[in-house]
């Protein structure tokens, strides 16, 4: 195969990757918002874990089907990655409990510099100039979209931090895990999946209760209820399953500047679905300053030096003092 073919098969591949991502993301959100506002199923948490429960049954029948192959994960590396995950989901709960809106916007936007942050200490990534600012036009256009009341207090700022960090350094360690022992998409979550289904269902009811003071298994389950919380099940496969291959093949950063434009689609289908109701110029005007960013984004990143690992060299003068104690060698032994 051609380099212009490989290429173009890596981009239909990335592109793919990124539709199935935004179609499952915006998916899962607009059926967990009909089951929690509509039927009032409120224990996120709980839910969470279910859905992680129907990403073990996956991987487990692809597993027995052949399409897994056996892979190893080190004990300390699944707990840590799991510790990381599982206070990102409880830390963003918290954080939009006790927190305004605004202020949730905000902390969601700060994990992108947070990200950037991590690739910059730990795999010596350089950003050039252009990407910074792509960047920060990205996360201008969405703060303009999504930022309105911005009201902090102490303990709402303490669990938006852990929600911050524990995400960016799950989502850090998703591409990093994959890279560092050669793992799949379906591998990673087959090591992390079960873990986090037990943890969070035996967590999630006591911690739903305490933020909503409703116990789970008191909720009236109807036909609907049931129908929408088995969809959300469902979709979630393709949502773990697509956070895991876009990372993977691309980083964090990248999957957390792109992944705004799941914002700007969820924004625009309530729009079309639920009215016009908040629709005015400045939220016109932040969607199209956050896709000009994304754009400009994905053209600056990708150019030589847009964004690149440091490399690190010996100095020169240490080469000449090598082949002279080679020269020297060499003379001793001829003499």
Known sequence: MTPSKKADKKAAVDIAAWMFNIVTSVGIIIVNKALMATYGFTFATTLTGLHFVTTTLMTMVLRWLGYIQPSHLPIADLVKFVI????????????????????Y??????????????EV???????????????LIVLLGVAVCTVTDVS???????AAVVAVWSTALQQYYVHHLQRKYQLSSFNLLGHTAPI???????AGPFLDYWLTNKRVDDFKYDTASLFFLLLSCTIAIGTNLSQFICIGRFTAVTFQVLGHMKTILVLTLGFVFFGREGLNLHVVLGMIIAILGMVWYGNASSKPGG????SYSLPKTSQPKKDSLLQASHTDNKE
């Open 84 to 103: 990381f995950a599982n206070f990102s989901i409880v830390g963003m709960n918290v954080s939009l409990m006790w927190n305004s809106v605004g202020f």
């Open 152 to 158: 902090v207090n102490t303990k709402g700022f303490i």
């Open 196 to 202: 986090q289904a037990g943890s969070l269902l035996l």
């Open 121 to 135: 200490a730990f795999d010596k990534i350089r950003y050039s100039r252009d990407t910074k600012l792509s960047i």
């Open 307 to 310: 964004k690149e690992r440091r």
């Open 105 to 118: 916007q905000i902390a969601k936007l700060s994990m992108i510099p947070v990200s950037c942050l991590l």
